[in-house]
Structures are given as C-alpha cells and as structure tokens.
C-alpha cells in the first residue's frame, strides 16, 4: 500500500472513531436490522439451527452437514441443461480444496480499533499479535450474553448469535461462515480475536453503519471468470467459463430487474485479460465488481465460497490465495465495504439453498488487488463434483443463484446507504 492510501485508509477510520461514550457510538440497536441484511436473516429471529448448541464450525468442512439450516433452506434438486458436455477434470485458476495453515502475519498493532481508540479494548500481546477479548467485544457490541466454556464461545443477542472455537479460525455469525486470518485463542474465562480480525471483519459486519469506504452505486460491474481458450475449471458436465457466463447473464437480468445497471466484463465467450477486467470496473462510475468464478477440486468437494480481498497484514485463506499481504493493495482502500459485500452475498446464497458453506475467505486475486470499487469474488459450486455439477449445468439453479447474489447486492446497498 502506498503511503498515501494508508493515510487515507487511516482517515477513514479515524473518523468513526470520534471519542464518545461506549455505546453511544455504537448504537447497535438501530443497527440489527441492517446486520441482518448483511447476515440474510430479514427477521428478527434467531438461526433455525445452533442457536442453543454447542459451536460447531467445522460441521460444514466435509461437506455432509447438508441439513444445516434446513427448516429455512430450499432443498436444490435440478437435472443439468440442455447442451451439457462431459469433459475431463482438472484444475482451474481457482482450484483449491484444503486451506493449507496460516502463515504468520503482522502484528495488526497498525490496525485503528472500533470505536474509541482508548476506551473498552484492553489489547493484549500474545506471541507477535496484537488480540482482544471477548468480553470487551460482548460490552462493546452489547451481547446481553457471554458464554465460555474453555473451547467453544457464544456471545448472543436476540438477533445476532456468534459463535467460535479456540484453535479455530472459524467464526459463525448467525450459521455464517467467516475465515478469520488468525485462529481464536483461549485465555481465562473469554476468547482472544486478533486485532485484525476484529477491525477488518467482525466490526464492518457488526456495524455495517459505520462503514465510510464504500460509496453509493447503482452499476454492477458483472465479471465472468476465464473464457475463450482459457476455459477455466474442466466439470463433469462443461467447462467453468461458461457457467460463468450463464451466470452472468442471469445476474445482469436479476440486477437489472431490481433498477440497477449492468456492465459485463466479457459479454461473450471471449478471452479479457485479468488487467482488463479491473480496469473495466475501475473506469466505470458508481460501481461494485462482482467476479463469478466455478470452482473445482477432488470429486467429494462442494459447496459455496466467496472471496475478499485479504486486508493488510492478513493471511489468505488459500495455498494459492498470496500468502501475507505484507504491504497493502489498492482494493484495500475498501477493506469494510469489501467484507460487507461479501457477507451480504454469501449469506443470502448459503442461507437460502441448502449448499454446503465453505465459507467468507480471503485471497489476494488479482481482480480484487487492483480494483478501486468494492468487490468480491464468488465461487458458486464444484463443477468437478457430480452433484454440484448437476446443479450449476442447470439454467434453473444459475436463475436461482443469481436472483439471492443480487438481493445480497440490494441488501448491502440499503445497509451502507445507512451509513452515508
Ligand atoms: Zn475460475
């Protein structure tokens, strides 16, 4: 990150720091609404499943706990489309099915903390990373519950349930999946989240009123991954980018049909160099980037991911996601509206449908490096399973997949249009 961009970063996130009394500044009560838009649960009820239960993060990671959710999900059973081909697997750009162990990162001693500066967050230094406690973030978000038990930890409220484990770098948000860069630890009576990770995600989801870089839009820059001779992930039933760009054109209708407009980076099944891409977005006014992407792996994986740029100091979540993004990117000038964006698609697609939740990651793509917009990338399936190939062949499941990626869009819209 240049200079000047982190001092930018810093003005950002000084503003909302203005001293005030804990609480006042939060003003979470007027906020849940708008968390759960991120969260894609509209109502004021908790989760259908776990609100009670012990935590349990890693129930998803097999790929067999499909009947999470499953009161409030819609069972998905399609036949592939008409024009459906076979072809050979193999890895594609994004291919990866292990998140290999996290590298040291920075300390994250850089990283301004929510709120007042100097008020609830007691830091502490363990190993080189800074961490907080969660009993500062119960009092700090106004969780009327804090619960403990020396590995699993709940903070609850009536609309928002967070769950983590010590060792886990795991963390549910009302049955969502985040990656956070760095495990939870353990430490007397409450959990430690890095410091990092309590300003760079937990925070801009919490409070999502709060989030200053991410300014009005009303285009979508609708990136299809790959196309022409790269072909991307080689599934079951076809190749990768042209699911991409199914999807595209059924999101750029879903878009469209909810007053927004639409860009598409490649319109047909041409080759766009990746520069080109970002640069399509970064020239076009009030926009977010969208980049949809199939992904592939051994034939058991499933699921749905989706990527934020990783913030400074943080670790990819993937093997080949860029390892620490030691000096800062361009697109991390929008490091809260990122994650928001994020939060808010992925939510609406793993809490509608019963698909497998991979999880909120992180990785340095080179689309969201470069990019002066918020945006995102969405991996919506494993051509390279059977089952999810099934789905994804169908026109049916790419409608469906696009009309809950474009009300993540308007939720996330109406909830930084709060804060502006
Ligand atoms: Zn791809």
């Given at each position: 990150?240049?200079?000047?961009?982190?001092?930018?970063?810093?003005?950002?996130?000084?503003?909302?720091?203005?001293?005030?009394?804990?609480?006042?500044?939060?003003?979470?009560?007027?906020?849940?609404?708008?968390?759960?838009?991120l969260?894609?649960?509209?109502?004021?009820?908790?989760?259908?499943?776990?609100?009670?239960?012990?935590?349990?993060?890693?129930?998803?990671?097999?790929?067999?706990?499909?009947?999470a959710?499953?009161?409030?999900?819609q069972?998905?059973?399609?036949?592939?489309?008409?024009?459906?081909?076979?072809?050979?697997?193999?890895?594609?750009?994004?291919?990866?099915?292990?998140?290999?162990?996290?590298?040291?990162?920075?300390?994250g001693?850089?990283?301004?903390?929510?709120?007042?500066?100097?008020?609830?967050?007691q830091?502490?230094?363990?190993?080189?990373r800074?961490?907080?406690?969660?009993?500062?973030?119960?009092?700090?978000?106004?969780?009327?519950?804090?619960?403990?038990d020396?590995?699993?930890?709940?903070?609850?409220?009536?609309?928002?349930?967070?769950?983590?484990?010590?060792?886990?770098?795991?963390?549910?948000?009302?049955?969502?999946?985040?990656?956070?860069?760095?495990?939870?630890?353990?430490?007397?009576?409450?959990?430690?989240?890095?410091?990092?990770?309590?300003?760079?995600?937990?925070?801009?989801?919490?409070?999502?009123?709060?989030?200053?870089?991410?300014?009005?839009?009303?285009t979508?820059?609708?990136?299809?991954?790959?196309?022409?001779?790269?072909?991307?992930?080689?599934?079951?039933?076809?190749?990768?980018?042209?699911?991409?760009?199914?999807?595209?054109?059924a999101?750029?209708?879903?878009?469209?049909?909810?007053?927004?407009k639409?860009?598409?980076?490649?319109?047909?099944?041409?080759?766009?160099?990746?520069?080109?891409?970002?640069?399509?977005a970064n020239?076009?006014?009030r926009?977010?980037?969208?980049?949809?992407?199939?992904?592939?792996?051994?034939?058991?994986?499933?699921?749905?991911?989706?990527?934020?740029?990783?913030?400074?100091?943080?670790a990819?979540?993937?093997?080949?996601?860029?390892?620490?993004?030691?000096?800062?990117?361009?697109?991390?000038?929008?490091?809260?509206?990122?994650?928001?964006?994020?939060?808010?698609?992925?939510a609406?697609?793993?809490?509608?449908?019963?698909?497998?939740?991979?999880?909120?990651?992180?990785?340095?793509?080179?689309?969201?490096?470069?990019?002066?917009?918020?945006?995102?990338?969405?991996?919506?399936?494993?051509?390279?399973?059977?089952?999810?190939?099934l789905?994804?062949?169908?026109?049916s499941?790419?409608?469906?997949?696009a009309?809950?990626?474009?009300?993540?869009?308007?939720?996330?819209?109406?909830?930084?249009?709060?804060?502006?």
């Open positions: 990150m240049s200079r000047s961009s982190a001092a930018a970063i810093c003005a950002l996130l000084c503003m909302i720091q203005a001293p005030s009394p804990l609480g006042a500044d939060v003003k979470l009560p007027g906020t849940r609404g708008l968390v759960q838009r969260l894609g649960n509209g109502g004021d009820s908790p989760p259908a499943q776990n609100s009670g239960g012990s935590p349990s993060p890693k129930a998803n990671d097999s790929g067999t706990d499909k009947s959710g499953s009161k409030t999900r069972k998905i059973t399609l036949s592939p489309g008409s024009g459906a081909m076979r072809s050979s697997s193999g890895s594609g750009e994004f291919s990866q099915d292990q998140d290999p162990g996290k590298v040291a990162g920075s300390s001693a850089e990283v301004p903390l929510p709120g007042n500066q100097s008020g609830p967050w830091v502490r230094v363990r190993g080189s800074h961490y907080v406690g969660s009993v500062d973030m119960q009092r700090f978000y106004q969780f009327p519950s804090h619960q403990f020396g590995k699993h930890l709940w903070l609850r409220s009536p609309s928002i349930i967070l769950k983590a484990s010590v060792g886990s770098s795991e963390l549910l948000l009302n049955n969502v999946k985040f990656i956070l860069s760095f495990p939870v630890l353990g430490e007397g009576d409450q959990a430690l989240f890095s410091r990092l990770d309590l300003s760079k995600l937990i925070d801009p989801v919490l409070r999502p009123t709060h989030i200053t870089d991410g300014s009005a839009f009303d979508v820059v609708v990136d299809a991954g790959h196309g022409g001779h790269d072909v991307g992930a080689r599934g079951v039933y076809g190749y990768e980018k042209n699911y991409a760009l199914q999807l595209s054109e999101l750029r209708e879903a878009l469209q049909t909810r007053g927004l639409v860009l598409l980076s490649r319109p047909g099944d041409e080759f766009v160099t990746l520069t080109r891409r970002v640069a399509i020239q076009t006014p926009c977010i980037f969208i980049s949809l992407h199939f992904n592939s792996g051994g034939s058991s994986a499933t699921g749905i991911e989706t990527f934020a740029l990783t913030p400074q100091g943080g990819a979540s993937l093997e080949r996601g860029g390892g620490v993004n030691w000096s800062g990117l361009v697109g991390n000038s929008h490091d809260s509206a990122n994650i928001a964006l994020a939060t808010a698609v992925h609406q697609v793993v809490s509608r449908f019963r698909l497998v939740d991979r999880g909120i990651k992180r990785a340095q793509w080179s689309v969201l490096s470069g990019c002066t917009r918020p945006g995102i990338l969405f991996e919506g399936g494993f051509v390279t399973n059977r089952e999810d190939g789905r994804i062949a169908s026109p499941y790419q409608r469906m997949i009309n809950a990626i474009a009300d993540g869009i308007m939720n996330y819209r109406k909830a930084l249009s709060r804060a502006r």
